[in-house]
């Protein structure tokens, strides 16, 4: 009995050895570091919020402060009466760059879809750098403080740096296929982690000499970075003679393989007759998808609704946990930054694998589901941690497992997956678009909760914080359990057929 094609495909890895090259590991480098850097220079303000609390509030208010001599000169131009004031506005600077960057990702995936992807993410890497710059290391040596400048260059900044994930997104989506992307993509989403991990080493080297150094360092690299990707990154196969990948690996049957051949150029108006987004001829402009129709694509919405959810609490983890571990415990807040790095590790290993596990089985959605529901149990566990670093470090790996995997995977693989369904296949026009929608939607989610997070902390305790975390992530199973059926029954049915074959 003749098995269905979906039941003969290549394994995930033969199909990624097969086509991987030296391109491809140079294109999973600038991609993967390229954002990376975006992360640092993020990291770097969440890093230096105590020396910039300092430097904007007066020296006879400021125990951590030499006083200067004649007063009315070294204090006239600070900000902020005392460092609550201060703290305060950091925390809206925080709030603030998050709306303005999810605004900015539903823009930039529809730019990037219609721009070279290599000019949008040099362009936001290089002007993100003389924004960060201008932001922290200009002013402080003019001395001009003024909160409204602040603000439009931490709006400004949050734009530009919402050019990088839908362009890496796209760029990755272009040179990896749908085999074994679960696995490269759950390694590659491992940026953000190293980013921060950067950003935290870059400033603390320099953070005696000023904080504003600390800035200086991260801007110099991001933007070197920047002319590195412009002048090195290769944003597809075709761009060196390399058949693209994605859109004839799994979508289209055996029969039509032995029929004709995947990017022949024989058959174009047979192409244009069965799909609805495809690029005529290389000649001519490829046709980008629109936003709406962006939305209208299968499972969009509903990974988007759920990367909402997940995202404020793998964010909220990102933003509060080392304060949480100095408020909560005690504990020195430099200990406290250092074994929130667990967090991290347990999301890039949790990324990876269940990567791997989703490429085995073909189907992401189940892989998320189980992994979100035991993200319930470990975040219940790790409210009742007891005072103790060890124990603690383990059971925060752990929650880093369940939640940072499965928020890497809508991020990264699944919004690929998106972006090359059958109704823009054979085409990249939709992946920056699709990530854009994604990840934009799931920073709104993130920056209300950032807002949320220390309304109930401070009314209700933090108990009642992860309570509110296993809500949201409970809501994240609600909204793709359409899917996770309609998987799940896709698996039982393939199993059932495999057994009749047999």
């Not at 993100?128 to 602040?150: D, I, Q, R």
């Not at 709006?155 to 040179?175: D, F, I, K, R």
Request: aromatic share 14%; glycine share 10%.
């Amino acid at each position: 009995m003749a098995m269905p094609g979906s039941l003969r495909r290549q394994p995930a890895n033969r199909g990624l050895v097969s086509h991987c090259t030296h391109h491809h590991i140079v294109v999973f480098l600038l991609t993967f570091f390229s954002y990376s850097l975006l992360h640092a220079s993020r990291k770097t303000f969440s890093n230096v919020k105590v020396s910039i609390s300092s430097q904007w509030t007066p020296s006879c208010l400021n125990s951590t402060a030499p006083e200067l001599q004649p007063y009315e000169l070294w204090n006239s131009s600070h900000l902020f009466p005392n460092a609550e004031e201060a703290t305060l506005f950091l925390g809206t600077l925080d709030t603030i760059f998050l709306f303005s960057y999810a605004v900015g990702l539903f823009v930039s995936g529809i730019v990037g879809d219609r721009l070279n992807l290599r000019w949008v993410l040099s362009f936001g890497m290089c002007s993100s750098a003389l924004v960060v710059f201008s932001f922290g290391t200009l002013t402080e040596w003019l001395h001009f403080y003024n909160k409204w400048f602040y603000c439009c260059l931490w709006v400004v900044n949050g734009l530009l740096q919402s050019t990088g994930w839908p362009c890496v997104v796209a760029v990755m989506g272009n040179w990896f296929g749908k085999a074994g992307r679960g696995f490269v993509f759950g390694l590659w989403s491992a940026c953000a982690s190293v980013g921060n991990i950067l950003g935290a080493f870059l400033a603390s080297c320099v953070l005696k000499y000023g904080y504003e150094y600390a800035f200086l360092v991260t801007a110099s690299v991001q933007f070197a970075g920047g002319v590195i990707v412009f002048f090195g990154l290769l944003t597809s196969p075709k761009e060196v003679g390399l058949p693209e990948l994605g859109a004839d690996e799994d979508e289209v049957s055996v029969e039509e393989d032995a029929n004709r051949p995947l990017m022949g150029s024989d058959d174009v108006d047979d192409d244009d007759r069965n799909y609805s987004i495809q690029a005529a001829d290389n000649d001519n402009e490829p046709k980008a998808i629109g936003f709406f129709q962006a939305c209208c694509l299968p499972g969009v919405v509903l990974y988007s609704l759920a990367y909402a959810c997940l995202k404020l609490v793998n964010y909220s983890f990102f933003f509060w946990l080392p304060f949480y571990l100095s408020n909560n415990f005690g504990w020195k807040e430099a200990e406290a930054d250092q074994l929130s790095i667990w967090y991290d590790v347990g999301g890039i290993i949790g990324g990876t694998i269940q990567g791997l596990i989703s490429d085995v089985l073909q189907k992401r959605a189940p892989v998320l589901a189980v992994s979100l529901l035991c993200a319930v149990g470990s975040l219940f566990g790790y409210s009742r941690s007891p005072n103790s670093k060890p124990i603690n470090a383990v059971i925060m790996a752990i929650t880093g497992f369940f939640i940072g995997g499965p928020s890497n995977m809508i991020s990264s693989a699944i919004s690929a997956d998106l972006g090359r369904q059958d109704v823009v296949k054979g085409s990249s026009e939709a992946l920056a678009t699709v990530t854009g929608i994604v990840d934009g939607t799931g920073s709104i989610g993130a920056a209300v909760g950032q807002y949320l997070v220390s309304l109930i902390q401070e009314n209700l305790g933090w108990m009642w914080v992860f309570y509110f975390f296993i809500l949201m992530t409970s809501s994240t199973i609600l909204f793709i359990s359409p899917l996770i059926v309609r998987e799940i029954g896709m698996l039982l049915h393939e199993r059932r057929l495999r057994v009749l074959a047999e």
